[in-house]
């Protein structure tokens, strides 16, 4: 009662000579195939329409490859409509993209080929769909990327009977990511080339990453800090709380000596800690700068050093321009100590016993008069002059110094072997006696809380091929050996024992110059000196100074003889009393007629009144109105021939050479001895 749809087939019945007899026909009911075919037509239509308004560009081929769809997001994409696509097949679909003829992913999932694959960016497979990137040279002026799905379509029964894809214009978000990833490269790149420590830990102070500089820094590896927790296993208190404060919302802040990571040794750093969070406010943890300050350290010792050696070099420079004046005054102290001196002791016979504590006076003024010599020195107002000086008795004399001024605690030992002949060195003998005292002193000082012994030693030693000091040349030397059995010195401590102000005495109690004017006095000598030492067994000291024999002879000692005498008049000039008293004296008693004056303009009057009165002038140097070259000038515009004496108990000015040039035939240093 509703029709059906039938299949008739009808053909004639003929007979045996071919006519026509009847017809037959054949009917089959197809009403359900009929509406199969209606629904299969429905079917393919509905997919053609879903293809056609699917969001992303799609098409589909059947298996031997010819387009059956093409939708319109493909038409707006390509610019080619779907008429001028369906049916087209060798890659035709392709061009647009490529601008040639080449299977895209549509292809591979019904033949791969790793040729082409390896063509894709991030081309992934699963299940059979084959996803992937690709650059398109053929669309938007050729700086488009896009990202293809593709899977194959089977029937009922699993057979396969085409593919399709999408693809999606993915340009911005390759884009982003190539320039994420130039941003990641250039963090990297800074991350791991910045000059401090970065290390990133999260919100319970674990590491996370660090760059190089960092793990340089604190001398540990990247297995071991990643994961390290700095809250609970870093030794220093101060640092676990900068990184509480950074965790915290503060900035965190340390700077000092850090033991940060076990095993690690301590070292200088500033550290600055700081809480980071993400755009949206998401907390990400924390990230630290660490510098290691130990060359800013180095620097600021260095500074401060440079700053006391400074400070030094004004007070010793102040030294010096006071050892000038001191020298003149004391000097002309001296003059009047060792003149009267000399005065009494001529007058009393050779056996007495005043005369003989007078020779004493003498002797310890003139110990003055050296230590006035050793000031100037040492302020470099006066150069002293090596000469053949035997040292086996300056060591002598020195110990017994040494002997009167050292504690009880401490032994002398001696063991000078060398005699008095075979010891000679072109030296200055104060300077070997300053060596003496300032490495006996030391030791002493070495010594000042235990006691112990001070062993001095002299002996001679060849230098040669099996004997190395680098600063000797080959032949015989004298070997001074200072030991002592007191506490001795660190490495550290020895490498810088002869730096210019490097004490390590209690403020007060030493300068630092003692051993550096030790190792110059040695250097200028053509010696060298080392060092050894042992906190647990002392410290020795070994000096060496190049010997000579047979070519000097060593100068006599001056002995004591008569001073000469005359007849001659003596004009004596000095603005000290004291001085003009005795020089008249000295004079007269030797036979001189003397006119003396303390004023050199009374001077200048006398000789201009008679010049050729006088025989002699001798003048001092340092004097109110006029000094001593003045003076002398004045009388030599006068009388040329007129010879003079200038005396002076210091002045930087007056040397034997420019007094010569101006016609003054001697100069004389004061104190001097009849």
């Known amino acids: 009662g509703k029709g059906a749809y039938v299949f008739a087939t009808g053909a004639p019945l003929l007979d045996a000579q071919g006519n026509r007899v009847g017809a037959i026909e054949s009917i089959r009911d197809i009403t359900e195939r009929k509406q199969m075919e209606e629904a299969l037509e429905g079917s393919e239509q509905q997919l053609a329409d879903i293809i056609s308004f699917l969001p992303d560009a799609t098409f589909v081929i059947d298996r031997y490859g010819k387009v059956i769809a093409w939708n319109r997001a493909m038409e707006e994409m390509t610019g080619i409509k779907a008429e001028d696509m369906l049916g087209k097949d060798q890659y035709e679909y392709s061009m647009p993209f490529y601008g040639k003829r080449r299977p895209l992913l549509v292809d591979l999932v019904l033949k791969p080929d790793q040729e082409i694959e390896a063509e894709y960016v991030n081309i992934q497979s699963k299940d059979g769909v084959l996803v992937g990137d690709s650059y398109?040279?053929?669309?938007?002026?050729g700086h488009m990327y896009m990202s293809g799905t593709a899977a194959v379509l089977r029937d009922s029964k699993g057979n396969v009977v085409g593919a399709i894809e999408s693809i999606r214009d993915v340009t911005d978000r390759r884009r982003m990511e190539v320039a994420l990833k130039e941003s990641e490269e250039r963090y990297r790149l800074i991350f791991d080339h910045a000059p401090l420590g970065i290390v990133h830990f999260n919100h319970a102070g674990v590491v996370q990453d660090c760059n190089g500089k960092f793990l340089e820094i604190l001398g540990t590896s990247r297995e071991r800090i990643l994961g390290f927790d700095m809250l609970n296993e870093m030794h220093d208190p101060a640092m676990c709380q900068a990184v509480q404060a950074a965790l915290a919302g503060k900035l965190g802040y340390f700077e000092g000596e850090c033991d940060c990571v076990p095993g690690c040794k301590p070292l200088p750093i500033r550290a600055i800690y700081k809480r980071i969070t993400a755009t949206d406010g998401a907390f990400l943890g924390g990230v630290g700068l660490i510098e290691d300050i130990a060359e800013r350290k180095r620097a600021e010792e260095d500074k401060e050093r440079l700053e006391a050696q400074l400070r030094q070099a004004q007070k010793m420079e102040a030294v010096g321009t006071l050892a000038g004046g001191i020298a003149h005054d004391f000097n002309n102290i001296l003059m009047a100590i060792v003149g009267y001196t000399e005065m009494a002791a001529h007058q009393l016979p050779g056996e007495n016993v005043v005369r003989q504590n007078l020779i004493q006076v003498l002797k310890a003024a003139n110990r003055a008069?050296?230590?006035?010599n050793q000031i100037l020195t040492f302020s470099r107002q006066r150069e002293q002059e090596r000469k053949p000086v035997e040292i086996v008795p300056i060591?002598?004399?020195?110990?017994?110094?040494l002997r009167a001024s050292l504690p009880s605690t401490i032994e002398i030992r001696q063991s000078?072997?060398?005699t008095a002949n075979q010891s000679l060195v072109l030296a200055d003998p104060t300077q070997i006696h300053q060596i003496m005292m300032n490495l006996c002193t030391n030791a002493a000082d070495a010594m000042s809380e235990t006691g112990g012994t001070l062993e001095v030693g002299l002996e001679e030693i060849m230098v040669d091929s099996g004997v190395h000091h680098a600063d000797l040349k080959e032949g015989p030397?004298?070997?001074?050996?200072?030991r002592d059995t007191g506490q001795g010195m660190e490495r550290e401590v020895l490498e810088r024992i002869f730096d210019p102000f490097f004490t390590t005495k209690h403020p007060g109690k030493g300068t630092g110059m003692g051993l550096a004017v030790v190792h110059g006095i040695v250097k200028r000598h053509h010696g060298t000196i080392t060092v050894s030492s042992d906190p647990e067994t002392g410290s020795t000291f070994h000096v060496y100074l190049p010997l000579i024999r047979n070519a000097v002879e060593v100068p006599p000692e001056p002995q004591a003889s008569e001073p000469p005498t005359g007849n001659e008049k003596i004009l004596f000039v000095d603005d000290e009393e004291t001085l003009v008293s005795l020089g008249k004296q000295i004079l007269e008693y030797l036979g001189y007629t003397v006119t003396a004056t303390?004023?050199?303009?009374?001077?200048?009057?006398l000789f201009r009144i008679d010049p050729e009165r006088f025989d002699l002038v001798v003048t001092?140097?340092?004097?109110?109105?006029m000094t001593g070259i003045d003076l002398s000038s004045a009388l030599m515009d006068f009388r040329p021939d007129i010879p003079i004496i200038l005396c002076t108990g210091f002045s930087e000015k007056v040397t034997e050479e420019n007094t010569k040039s101006l016609g003054i035939r001697e100069l004389i240093m004061k104190p001097f001895a009849i």
């Not at 008069?369 to 006035?372: F, M, P, Q």
């Not at 030397?477 to 200072?482: D, G, N, R, T």
Request: net charge negative; glycine share 8%.
């Open 477 to 482: 030397h004298v070997q001074l050996k200072v």
């Open 136 to 141: 398109t040279p053929g669309l938007g002026g």
């Open 416 to 418: 000078l072997l060398l």
């Open 395 to 401: 060591v002598k004399e020195a110990l017994k110094l």
């Open 598 to 605: 303390t004023n050199s303009m009374e001077a200048l009057d």
């Open 369 to 372: 008069k050296e230590l006035v």
């Open 620 to 625: 001092d140097m340092t004097m109110p109105q």
